[in-house]
Each structure stands twice: as structure tokens, then as C-alpha cells.
């Protein structure tokens, strides 16, 4: 007997269902990060137009960002998650934004090389705050979301 056709609002409600926890992590990991983002571009550009030295207005930045998506994201986006290694979390959570920090700054460096070829272009603060705060943060991110979900904040132990 042939199987029965999925109807396109099953199919939808199938797959929703079952990615449905990703969907709300990662919809409550993006509410923080903008958040943070905000926070991430204002410290940046305040220091850069001071100092005009984009990698230290970078790393100061991601400090103060990272330190309040910390708290948005442990007692928000994953307060469903495992509760018991502050410490452990903490630990692993700086050190994937150290990880995602790099990744801003090799964007500012590739960014200040292809100013040398093209200085008209790349070597301006515009250039500069579009390698740092959208292109370095959008790999970043990425790489931090599934960092938090995978080592951060586990899933609580299920008993046996």
C-alpha cells in the first residue's frame, strides 16, 4: 500500500517540532547578541575615534560585549541547561570569545593587508568597522553559538 502524502502544514509542524529548542536558543542566543552587539560597536568606534588603533578597540569591545552576553546567555538564552560548573562555564565561555575575538582581529588584519593594495577602499574607518563589526562578529558568532551550545551550556544529565 502506497504511504499516505505528507501535507505541506505537517511537514512544516514536523520539522518545528522537532528543531523546535534550537529555534528558541538560537533566536534567544541573536536577542543577547544584538544587545551585545550595540554595546560591542559603541566601545569600539569610541576607542577607535580616540586612539585610532583598531585591534586594542577591538579586543576592550569584545571584553565588555562578551561579559554581558555571559549573563544574557547563561540566565536566558540556556537557563534550561546544566546549572552546576559556574567556573567551568565561565572558563570555557571567555575562552571561546578569545576563539571568536581572533577571529574579529584576523578580519581587521586581512582588512589593513588589502588596504595596502587598495587603500581608497579598505583603508578607511568605514572599511575598518565593517571588517571588525560585521563580517569579524558574523564569523564569530557562529563559531560562538555553536561553541556555547556544544561546551558552555550543556544539556542537564539525563538518569539512567
Excluded at 4 to 30: C, M, S, W
Excluded at 47 to 57: G, K, R
Excluded at 84 to 92: D, F, I, M, V
Excluded at 106 to 131: E, Q, Y
Aim: with cysteine; proline share 4%; glycine share 6%.
Amino acid at each position: 500500500m502506497p504511504a499516505a502524502p505528507v501535507r505541506a502544514g505537517g511537514l512544516l509542524r514536523n520539522l518545528y517540532d522537532r528543531f523546535a529548542q534550537l529555534i528558541h536558543e538560537f533566536g534567544k542566543f541573536g536577542v543577547v547578541g544584538a544587545i551585545c552587539f550595540a554595546i560591542d560597536i559603541a566601545v569600539f568606534n569610541a576607542i577607535y575615534l580616540a586612539t585610532d588603533e583598531p585591534f586594542s578597540a577591538k579586543t576592550v569591545a569584545t571584553v565588555i560585549a562578551a561579559s554581558a552576553a555571559f549573563a544574557g546567555n547563561r540566565f536566558w538564552t540556556w537557563r534550561h541547561r546544566d546549572r552546576r560548573g559556574l567556573r567551568r562555564e565561565y572558563a570555557l565561555y571567555f575562552f571561546f570569545n578569545l576563539v571568536g575575538l581572533v577571529i574579529s582581529l584576523i578580519c581587521i588584519g586581512i582588512n589593513d593587508w588589502l588596504g595596502t593594495l587598495w587603500p581608497s577602499i579598505f583603508d578607511t574607518a568605514i572599511a575598518t568597522n565593517i571588517a571588525a563589526n560585521i563580517v569579524g562578529v558574523a564569523f564569530a558568532s557562529l563559531f560562538r553559538f555553536w561553541a556555547y551550545r556544544r561546551y558552555v551550556f550543556r544539556p542537564v544529565p539525563t538518569e539512567v
